[in-house]
């Protein structure tokens, strides 16, 4: 159900790969609420997703782009700006990689090399795209841009490895441009931190099945999903949040502010006896 709380706003939405990305959602939710869209990943992206299709369903044109890359970005807005008749209200980074991840190498062993690949990918791109955003003056007055995180940024989870310093980068980011952005131009700059969700990338991630059950034990409400993701993006895309910016909001079922839980201490409690002998000593294997 539409609430056009996008009516007639334009965005950019980076990211969208398949239907398991939270951009697609996004993109979708956008403009069932209203917006015009124009969507953009990598070339290879491009070819090897789903983006034509998502673009064909949405009537959005699709501007592949490496978003490390500046000459691409000053592409994708200026020509964005072109299709949708002016600048754009919105904008969203999804963008995020790992080669340590993907090649399992662990954090007291990174490449470096690949370590600035992690780096470049998934946090600098957001700095490179907000600068050019400003100077080609792209993003409207009160725009509202949203960039994806999650909470490894405060804290230590096994297996997310390096992407827990790009996150950390990238929300440092969102502080740092918000501030300018917001002074000068009255656009807000925001990071949502999303509970851990299913997609492409995030199945790239040790161990993801189980940290998605135990943030799911862990949370009073329960893990959100990509579907829930969206309807808060576009929130933060409406008006109704104009005087909101700088902040990393968690969209995680109160996962970030919990110690324990129930389900999460009855879980533990039951995988501890499996391991105790008659006497409560731990049985080592």
């Known amino acids: ?10 965005g950019i939405i980076f990211g969208a790969l398949n239907d398991m990305s939270i951009a697609w959602k996004v993109a979708e939710k956008a403009v069932e609420e ?8 990598t070339p290879i992206a491009v070819r090897m997703g789903q983006v034509d299709e998502l673009a064909k369903k949405l009537n959005a044109q699709v501007i592949p782009a490496d978003a490390t890359s500046v000459e691409d970005l000053q592409n994708v807005f200026s020509k964005s700006v072109e299709i949708l008749g002016g600048p754009v209200d919105f904008v969203l980074h999804s963008i995020g990689m790992s080669p340590n991840v993907r090649k399992k190498r662990t954090y007291d062993d990174l490449d470096y090399n690949m370590l600035e690949k992690t780096l470049d990918i998934s946090a600098i791109s957001f700095h490179k795209m907000l600068q050019v955003a400003k100077k ?11 960039a994806l995180t999650y909470v490894a940024a405060q804290r230590t989870f096994f ?3 390096d992407m827990a310093d790009a996150k950390s980068l990238l929300e440092s980011i969102a502080r740092s441009f918000g501030y300018i952005y917001g002074r000068e131009k009255n656009v807000r700059i925001n990071t949502i931190s999303q509970s851990p969700t299913p997609t492409t990338a995030g199945n790239g991630v040790k161990g993801m099945e189980h940290l998605m059950d135990f943030a799911n ?6 893990n959100a999903d990509a579907e829930e993701c969206a309807n808060y993006c576009v929130m933060m895309f409406s008006d109704f ?5 700088m902040q990393n909001l968690y969209h995680d079922g109160g996962f970030s502010s919990m110690g324990m839980s129930l389900r999460a201490m009855n879980q533990y409690s039951k995988g501890f ?6 006497n409560g000593h731990i049985i080592y294997g």
Do not use: C, F
């Open 1 to 10: 159900m539409s609430h056009d709380l996008l009516k007639g706003k334009k």
């Open 241 to 245: 949040t104009r005087k909101v910016t």
């Open 217 to 222: 034990k862990m949370s009073p409400l329960g």
């Open 159 to 161: 297996g997310y490895n």
């Open 34 to 41: 209203g917006a015009t869209i124009t969507l953009s990943n």
């Open 273 to 278: 006896e499996e391991y105790t002998d008659e």
């Open 136 to 146: 080609q003056d792209a993003i409207a007055e009160y725009g509202s841009v949203v």
